[in-house]
């Protein structure tokens, strides 16, 4: 069979058919848009372009392809580029072994993914000396096409011509062993073989856990899983890590049963699928018989070991994205809360014997003064710490109280409620909002926070991490590595690296979207505008330290190490109140400039003018003034921004309000109605902070009277909800809630336990679905069972 040189294959090209053409056209169909979008893209992209840029200014170029679908097509490109780079050092590897056919090539060169390349690499792959390779250099592989020609042959026989005593093949029965290891190899690294078994193992094989014997107390927690079935390309991200962290934590085995359906003693239905494959018609001759242990074998001990392992990989894989997309989701949730705003805060730190840490901040964030009070327990300076705190709003003209929502929060809630009462007269405005504390107390052993108060006792600086974060939860909470937020289901466990880089993306976008004012932003939020890094934002800060606030964009070239290639991706970003161009207080980019003032000489009016004036900006005909540069979205953009420049997307303002007297666990009553705030979603439910210091999980069939297949369609974090106390687990701190206000408990109470899928009698048989539909979905979540074992790893 002729091959191909190297020399060859370089005038060829390696990669003609994954080439530039081919990923924009892959791509294009995944996102369902245009080659060229896609092409001019990775062309922007490749030059430098960040995501945020290019999703807001260069909607002509990509034929306006927003965040989301850019995100997607950079992370496929990246994929589709390293599939390309591993094929030309496959290609090179088989041809350097004189083995690159013509037709091996297009196959190659036709992998659409990394497992169809492997799997053609697979039987040209260096590998340690395996037992078939042994018989190989002992001369028995023409033994092999002789018993698979010849099925009538005296089997015994033919493989006494092969014994070859100075390789240890010492008699027949040797001889035969080595032919089936030659065989079973053949088989096992045949790349279409491979594809079929993959396609039967999709529709039918299933993930079988079971409790390892003596583990029963120890892995209580996963009890759910101690005789567990489940179609494993079925199972949701929550159950499968959880299953993933049992075995891990020596509780759990796990297995694919690639025949659930089937006895044992029947065999596999992928031994069927090997022996069609390779046309062994099999009977009862004694090649035959042979043939047909060889099958076995092969399945057995060569391809279900492998499927096990590329299933269970794929599975944790699976799991793990749709995890960290779950993170991702709620992060951006988070991030996108509604400011507060630019008001005098007091933040509190809640705790009891070291006491309650105190810190003032003004209108900008800026620290003006901090203590620490001891109103609980075992001081009770309940009076003192009211007059201190009383004292110090006055003082400072505080308009918001953020109590942190740790330990003591309630407490501390009870004295910020007597504190307003007290100071009502010379403060009317006085409001206390319960603020999340997840991540404050990273923030305050960070070195950032140490080289921002070199001074301060870390507790105060969680304090000022709590009012900094109502005031504005986008600036403060960029400042924190966003794995330690805490909003994610089961983060540990997946790829560290992905996560860091799912959440990093978020965090850009996030901070894009609403736009960073560049005389007050931290260092740690200017480095996630576009464009920019840690060392720019740094000698940003220390360019305004050294010569005053910034007044123009332009500016921004001053700064050491701040080129034009950055300035163009930040400069839009970035936003000036009150500069000498009244567009750097916009989204307007600087080179948008000149045809805004085109736009306001067409309307003989002054720039500043045109700004705000909604009935002018009405009046204007986008399309005359589109030329090559700009074209019709990007201008409709400059005027939606012209007549509300800055705007901020993010929401109006709100907070929960607990309820008086509901502090702790055990106060909480079946049928209760509270108000809460959601602080977690993931794929079986939301998480609500109903003011007791332990969320409580509405599941997924109590989040509305409609079928919901996600959860985030009907919340997010951040949203302030009413619910109605279910069931109530006080020694194990558990709650279950519903934010369907009508239902009733005796709903609940005949609702069956979820998960189970348990087989029939031998571990065999077809496993049961995993959950009921919707309407009779389990609705104990919280009460011991997958829920609940869910819930308490998520508030690990």
């Not at 001990?301 to 096990?308: G, Y």
């Amino acid at each position: 069979m002729p091959v191909l040189s190297l020399a060859t294959l370089k005038s060829i090209n390696l990669g003609m058919t994954y080439s530039m053409h081919n990923i924009a056209q892959i791509i294009a169909q995944e996102l369902d848009v245009r080659e060229q979008q896609v092409t001019a893209t990775i062309t922007l992209l490749d030059d430098g372009a960040t995501v945020p840029f290019v999703a807001r200014y260069r909607k002509e170029v990509t034929g306006g392809l927003d965040d989301t679908q850019l995100r997607t097509l950079y992370s496929r490109l990246g994929y589709l580029r390293e599939l390309n780079d591993r094929r030309k050092v496959i290609l090179s590897s088989i041809d350097t072994q004189g083995k690159l056919t013509p037709t091996l090539q297009a196959a190659i060169n036709g992998a659409d993914s990394k497992t169809r390349l492997e799997d053609l690499y697979l039987p040209f792959k260096p590998k340690r000396r395996t037992k078939g390779q042994i018989a190989i250099e002992a001369g028995i592989e023409p033994l092999v096409d002789t018993l698979l020609s010849d099925r009538q042959a005296n089997i015994e026989a033919v493989a006494s011509e092969f014994i070859n005593k100075a390789a240890s093949f010492d008699d027949y029965k040797a001889v035969l062993d080595g032919a089936r290891f030659i065989l079973m190899e053949r088989f096992a690294e045949d790349a279409e073989l491979l594809q079929k078994v993959r396609r039967h193992l999709t529709g039918c094989a299933v993930l079988e856990s079971r409790l390892v014997k003596g583990k029963e107390k120890e892995g209580a927690k996963f009890r759910d899983y101690f005789e567990h079935t489940e179609k494993l390309t079925q199972i949701p991200s929550h159950r499968a890590l959880a299953m993933l962290r049992g075995r891990n934590e020596g509780v759990l085995s796990i297995s694919m049963n690639a025949d659930p359906d089937t006895e044992a003693k029947q065999g596999s239905y992928c031994e069927v699928i090997i022996g069609e494959h390779f046309n062994l018609k099999l009977t009862d001759s004694d090649v035959d018989q042979w043939l047909k242990q060889v099958v076995t074998a092969t399945w057995r001990i060569k391809v279900a070991l492998q499927m096990e392992t590329e299933f269970i990989s794929k599975l944790r894989e699976r799991a793990e994205s749709e995890a960290i997309n779950v993170f991702a989701r709620n992060l951006g949730d988070l991030l996108m809360a509604a400011p507060a705003g630019a008001k005098a805060t007091l933040g509190l730190d809640p705790g009891l014997r070291t006491g309650v840490k105190v810190a003032i901040v003004n209108n900008t964030g800026k620290l003006v003064a901090h203590s620490t009070i001891f109103p609980h327990a075992p001081q009770n300076q309940w009076e003192k710490s009211l007059r201190t705190l009383s004292n110090l709003v006055k003082m400072h003209k505080v308009e918001l109280i953020a109590i942190g929502n740790g330990t003591a929060s309630r407490e501390t809630d009870k004295l910020a409620g007597e504190l307003i009462a007290a100071v009502k007269t010379e403060v009317p405005h006085l409001t206390k909002i319960m603020v999340s504390e997840a991540g404050a107390s990273v923030y305050s052993a960070s070195e950032l926070a140490a080289e921002e108060f070199p001074e301060l006792d870390v507790s105060i600086r969680g304090a000022v991490s709590i009012a900094r974060r109502l005031q504005d939860p986008l600036a403060e909470l960029v400042k924190i590595e966003p794995k330690s937020i805490g909003v994610g289901q089961y983060q540990h466990d997946v790829s560290q690296s992905q996560l860091s880089q799912s959440l990093e993306a978020v965090v850009e976008d996030c901070v894009n979207g609403v736009g960073v004012d560049l005389n007050m932003a931290s260092m740690p939020l200017l480095a996630q505008v576009a464009g920019l890094n840690k060392t720019l934002a740094r000698n940003i800060v220390e360019y305004r330290d050294q010569h005053g606030q910034f007044s123009s964009r332009k500016q921004l070239l001053k700064v050491a190490r701040l080129g034009p290639k950055a300035f163009e991706q930040a400069a839009g970003f970035l936003r000036i109140a009150d500069g000498d161009n009244p567009l750097d207080g916009s989204a307007v980019h600087p080179e948008a400039y000149a045809l805004v003032e085109s736009i306001a000489k067409a309307q003989q009016q002054a720039v500043d003018s045109l700004i705000g004036n909604s009935d002018l900006l009405k009046q204007v005909d986008a399309k005359a003034f589109v030329t090559e540069a700009f074209g019709l979205p990007t201008i409709t953009d400059i005027l939606a921004e012209l007549d509300k420049p800055g705007r901020d997307p993010r929401g109006e303002f709100k907070t929960a309000v607990f309820k008086e007297g509901v502090e702790e666990v055990k106060h909480l009553k079946p049928e209760m109605i509270l108000e809460g705030v959601v602080t977690n979603v993931t794929n079986f439910g939301a998480f609500v902070d109903v003011g007791v210091h332990q969320d409580g999980l509405v599941h997924i069939s109590s989040l509305t009277d409609k079928f919901v297949s996600d959860p985030h369609t009907v919340v997010k974090a951040g949203d302030v909800v009413k619910v109605k106390v279910m069931e109530v687990d006080v020694e194990r701190k558990r709650i279950s809630l519903s934010m369907r206000l009508d239902e009733k408990l005796s709903d609940k109470a005949n609702l069956p336990r979820p998960a189970q899928n348990k087989t029939h009698k031998g571990g065999q048989g077809k496993p049961q679905k995993s959950f009921n539909k919707q309407a009779k979905a389990p609705a104990n979540a919280a009460m011991g069972n997958a829920f609940a074992d869910a819930f308490a790893k998520l508030k690990k």
